[in-house]
């Protein structure tokens, strides 16, 4: 979607609007801390929707207006920034570098170009490649964002050699960006920020293992509906020959495997196997991957360095703590649970199937209109949770429902962060109508995962 300055003018006096409104108008059951919680938060929402000002600066000017205009005894500083009080903060940011890191080593590309060359025949294995690949890259690179334009520069490499037109090229690009928001769901470490956040909002603690079990098969699955769709929707040209001896040739050209790229294998193999035994030793993903940071910084391994902190993307480390007051500080002031009672039905199903299909309606109802999934899960997650709850789920099992039901839908490409940043002819080349066209379909997908969810669960015994 593309946001004229008139759209952007609109946007921004109506969010001030709407401010005003809410802020000095009669809600019952809200005190004033409440009522100015939802005023702050609705303008930010309406300003990140109608993209006012960038992203950063409004989540900059909500963190400001929490700080100045709420009770500090309520909501003081601890609440309000609580997230940068916590392990999940720098996993966000470790990811970035470590992202840095497998790309400027080399080896990401290494290692894609070699599965591409070896396994990759028709243009449908190409679409297929793409999330694989992005599953296989979620092991090193914990954030979807950067490893999809190392994919995508691969995938360069595979456009020039098989010839492709824009259109079928675009499909590939679609295919990478698209696939990241299945793929992200696999792995606790798939998406660094909404994955730990989830977690947060159930106010549990799980571990990696724990993520894979619960929402490692959830996961595959809603990949497989997802690509099995697009591969339907979009189908694949008549001819396409992919030379592979200029994808070998490429990955030739890379030379033998650095210095750099050994201590990258070590250090990451050893951050896995970390992640994956964190039920043993007790600490958090981000720690380790800093410790990683760290490690990979060093004189003797030097794969990072100074320069590197400029990978780490600030306007998204602000976002995520502001979406994320949202919940804390909307709990502090009454206004999640006062939205709870005003947008969920007021006989609450025991049936888990008729619970997680009514849950998944009113996520997707609050995504296509307020747009950022963080947003959207701050707001309706905990109230999600709390009738979850009373329905006789474990609060993880309902913060899932809600998660899965946003992470997972989309029809513009502002429904969706990993859709966007790939937005348009300077990154995945896919359009606004390629978004809808495969974003209708995948809200029939997101209704499938979320029963399937319940089916897998039970299966478990996780309910």
């Known amino acids: 979607m593309k946001y004229c300055g008139k759209t952007k003018f609109l946007g921004f006096f109506l969010g001030i609007v709407f401010c005003i409104i809410v802020w000095r108008g009669p809600f019952s059951g809200l005190d004033s801390d409440g009522r100015r919680c939802l005023a702050l938060s609705l303008t930010a929402i309406i300003w990140w929707t109608a993209r006012a000002l960038s992203t950063g600066y409004v989540s900059l000017a909500l963190l400001l207006s929490y700080s100045l205009f709420l009770d500090p005894q309520r909501v003081g500083p601890s609440r309000v920034f609580e997230l940068w009080t916590t392990p999940i903060i720098y996993l966000v940011i470790s990811g970035f570098l470590i992202a840095e890191a497998v790309q400027s080593s080399g080896l990401g590309k290494r290692l894609a170009l070699r599965i591409v060359g070896q396994y990759v025949r ?65 792995l606790l470490t798939g998406d660094s920020s909404l994955n730990s956040m989830t977690i947060g909002f159930a106010g549990a603690d799980i571990s990696w293992l724990k993520w894979v079990l619960y929402m490692g098969v959830p996961g595959a699955f809603a990949c497989v509906l997802t690509c099995l769709t697009q591969l339907r929707l979009f189908g694949a040209p008549e001819d396409f020959t992919l030379n592979k001896e200029h994808t070998t040739r490429q990955a030739d050209n890379i030379g033998k495997m650095t210095r750099k790229e050994i201590f990258c294998i070590i250090l990451l193999g050893a951050t896995i196997f970390a992640w994956m035994t964190d039920s043993i030793h007790h600490i958090h993903p981000g720690w380790i991957a800093l410790l990683t940071v760290v490690l990979l910084s060093a004189p003797f391994v030097g794969v990072l360095d100074g320069k590197s902190f400029s990978s780490v993307n600030l306007e998204t480390l602000f976002f995520l703590c502001a979406a994320m007051a949202i919940g804390t500080v909307g709990r502090a002031t009454g206004m999640n649970a006062w939205i709870a009672e005003m947008m969920t039905p007021r006989t609450i199903p025991s049936n888990p199937y008729v619970f997680a299909l009514i849950a998944c309606l009113i996520c997707m109802l609050v995504h296509m209109v307020l747009g950022s999934i963080l947003a959207v899960l701050s707001v309706i997650a905990p109230a999600i949770v709390a009738l979850g709850t009373l329905s006789g789920l474990p609060p993880i099992a309902a913060a899932l429902i809600a998660y899965t039901a946003v992470a997972l839908h989309w029809i513009l490409p502002f429904h969706s962060m990993n859709l966007l940043v790939g937005y348009g002819p300077e990154a995945g080349g896919y359009t606004e109508k390629d978004t809808i066209k495969s974003g209708i379909p995948q809200t029939f997908v997101t209704i499938a995962v979320c029963l399937f969810e319940i089916a897998w669960w039970k299966f478990i015994k996780l309910i």
Do not use: D, Q
């Open 122 to 186: 028709t243009y449908k294995g190409v679409i297929i490649s793409c999330y694989l690949l992005g599953f296989a890259l979620s092991f090193m690179i914990p954030h979807p964002w950067p490893r999809s334009f190392l994919l995508m520069s691969v995938m360069t490499h595979v456009v020039k050699s098989a010839n492709l037109s824009e259109r079928w090229s675009a499909n590939i690009g679609l295919a990478i960006f698209a696939g990241s928001v299945p793929t992200s769901m696999i």
